[in-house]
T-cell receptor, first 115, second 114 residues
Framework: AQSVTQLDSQVPVFEEAPVELRCNYS??????LFWYVQYPNQGLQLLLK??????LVKGINGFEAEFNKSQTSFHLRKPSVHISDTAEYFC?????????????FGRGTSLIVHP | DTEVTQTPKHLVMGMTNKKSLKCEQH?????MYWYKQKAKKPPELMFV???????INESVPSRFSPECPNSSLLNLHLHALQPEDSALYLC?????????????FGEGSRLTVL
């Protein structure tokens, strides 16, 4: 079975400070990894993804994440956050299951950026 | 701008009503999904269609009835719902079911059951 753990349910941070949102997963096979962002009353939008290749992936809005296979982690980072980054962030993992790839979502981390 | 369009954005219905949620995508994707999302929770998978055929049903109650009339459209028919069914219903699509699992989401339909 695979699972996704987002260790922090809420991360408060001041504007222009750096932030890291943590995501760990468990899987016995290779996986694909994703971070989605959800602004209030909207759907989920893909921030970035790791499929293969370089373990450091860059996404939209200045976010990046690093895939660490030995630690089974895919933490999301931004060097300087804005008020507009306040949103819910979901880590997701997918692996082949009977020929299909259906992502499993973490519980989400609420990023709250204070002025 | 999302390329997955959901209508209506908001829906209020009584427990005896019949209503439908609609989803449309024109990206040529052949897999389409319905998710249910409660406040401050991750999306929960309900149904998956692949090439217009129901591929996955996550033991969803029969008061929810999905339909995929063609490769661009996905409907969710609602009948005799309960107040606990109030939630944000998200539609998503992906190029193929047998690919990476990257999903393209619509903005959701906020359902309130009175």
């Amino acid at each position: 079975a695979q699972s996704v753990t987002q260790l922090d349910s809420q991360v408060p941070v001041f504007e222009e400070a750096p932030v890291e949102l943590r995501c760990n997963y468990s899987s016995s096979v290779s996986v694909y990894l994703f971070w989605y962002v959800q602004y209030p009353n909207q759907g989920l939008q893909l921030l970035l993804k790791y499929l293969s290749g370089s373990t450091l992936v860059k996404g939209i809005n200045g976010f990046e994440a690093e895939f660490n296979k030995s630690q089974t982690s895919f933490h999301l980072r931004k060097p300087s956050v804005h008020i507009s980054d306040t949103a819910e962030y979901f880590c997701a993992v997918s692996k082949p299951q009977g020929g299909s790839y259906i992502p499993t979502f973490g519980r989400g981390t609420s990023l709250i950026v204070h002025p | 701008d999302t390329e997955v369009t959901q209508t209506p954005k908001h829906l209020v219905m009584g427990m005896t009503n019949k209503k439908s949620l609609k989803c449309e995508q024109h990206m040529g994707h052949r897999a389409m999904y319905w998710y249910k999302q409660k406040a401050k929770k991750p999306p929960e998978l309900m149904f998956v269609y692949s090439y217009e055929k129901l591929s996955i049903n996550e033991s969803v109650p029969s008061r929810f009835s999905p339909e995929c009339p063609n490769s661009s459209l996905l409907n969710l028919h609602l009948h005799a719902l309960q107040p606990e069914d109030s939630a944000l219903y998200l539609c998503a699509s992906s190029p193929r079911l047998a690919q990476t699992g990257e999903l393209f989401f619509g903005e959701g339909s906020r359902l309130t059951v009175l």
